[in-house]
């Protein structure tokens, strides 16, 4: 059986689109036959079973260095990687998969196969990793199998800003791992519930949909995400009743609360930040929140990112030039409420492409190439 390792940073069970991404990507390998091993640090919920969390289906064999009970940093990240290192050179016969460009290096100074995961620009790296990525052409080496990026404008600033060869970067957007067992249904009464799903960083929109709460007392707001004590913050500060404010909800619940949700947003500014509000990401972003609304076949207004449209168009969703003008919003959502026609195509529109837009079809482009 072919053998991948997939190493991880960030921690597993959590609320983290990336960790998300990574988990379902392992299960899906899985399905397809591969021998996985998921190499992740000390980190996440010990009290939640990352099986029932995410909803798997297939077995992930996980590999925890339970020494490393923070995310690597510092010195921990140079030990982590080592550690990450010698169980990989004991896994003989193995292919690697990160998004970290120094493991990747590491890995293929020992003449490792590797595919490298790239999201955004390399702007918040570490002066070592910066350093290492102009003087070492090693984007290009021969064991490099592939290059992920899941967006075109990902690939483009690679070719373009460290000489990447073409061939060697193929661009695989995010996906979902929902499928729905019913059609979804829709309320036209006069309340509708418009719902949020993603992290609360103000970056991603949510004071937009706070700020529509306010000035649309004929509707129902909601927003999943964030932490309970994020979220207890945020409900000192907003009071007003059609706004309801939850916590990050496991991924196996979603399909379920978001089937209840009317219209589905994505608010997101000019200027979005990763997780831990590092890279601004808004010319590369593939948001998970966005295949998974196609997969649900709801009603989406978004902001209108150059990016976003690499995936969707005016036949999948509303779009709003200024993501600041709450009253864009406002008039846009009335007429999604008025128009059922419009609603309905929509939803057949979406679930038709949320078909192309799935974790198991994402591995099997994945690697293009024999173990």
Request: proline share 3%.
């Amino acid at each position: 059986m072919k053998k991948i390792n997939y190493v991880h940073f960030s921690s597993i069970p959590s609320n983290l689109p990336s960790s998300l991404q990574v988990i379902k990507t392992c299960e899906n390998f899985s399905k397809n036959n591969y021998n996985v091993t998921l190499i992740k640090p000390g980190t996440g919920n010990k009290k939640i079973s990352i099986k029932k969390y995410y909803g798997l289906k297939h077995d992930i064999k996980i590999k925890e260095f339970k020494s490393i009970k923070s995310f690597p940093q510092g010195f921990k990240f140079y030990l982590y990687c080592t550690y990450c290192l010698l169980f990989i050179l004991g896994n003989k016969k193995s292919i690697t998969i990160s998004r970290s460009y120094f493991i990747c290096y590491l890995l293929l100074l020992f003449k490792q196969k590797v595919i490298l995961e790239i999201h955004h620009d390399t702007q918040g790296e570490s002066r070592v990793t910066k350093f290492i990525l102009k003087y070492f052409n090693f984007l290009n080496d021969k064991n490099l199998m592939n290059i992920v990026a899941v967006t075109n404008s990902v690939k483009k600033l690679f070719i373009n800003k460290y000489n990447v060869k073409t061939e060697k970067i193929i661009v695989l957007p995010s996906g979902s791992s929902i499928r729905l067992k019913c059609k979804p249904s829709f309320n036209f009464s006069k309340r509708m519930k418009i719902g949020y799903f993603g992290s609360i960083s103000p970056s991603k929109g949510i004071n937009t949909i706070i700020k529509l709460s306010k000035i649309d007392k004929d509707n129902d707001y909601f927003i999943f995400g964030g932490l309970k004590s994020e979220i207890t913050k945020l409900k000192k500060k907003n009071f007003n009743k059609n706004l309801f404010l939850k916590e990050n909800i496991p991924y196996v619940n979603l399909p379920k609360v978001m089937l209840k949700m009317d219209i589905l947003t994505i608010p997101y500014t000019d200027q979005i930040k990763s997780a831990g509000e590092v890279d601004e990401i808004s010319k590369f972003t593939s948001p998970l929140k966005l295949f998974d609304y196609l997969a649900v076949g709801k009603t989406i207004i978004s902001s209108d990112l150059k990016v976003l449209r690499e995936v969707i168009d005016t036949k999948n969703a509303i779009f709003i030039k200024n993501f600041e003008n709450v009253y864009a919003w406002k008039q846009n959502i009335n007429f999604a409420k008025n128009n059922k026609n419009k609603i309905y195509i929509m939803s057949k529109n979406n679930l038709r492409l949320s078909r192309e837009y799935d974790h198991s079809s994402r591995v099997k482009k994945y690697i293009n190439f024999k173990l």
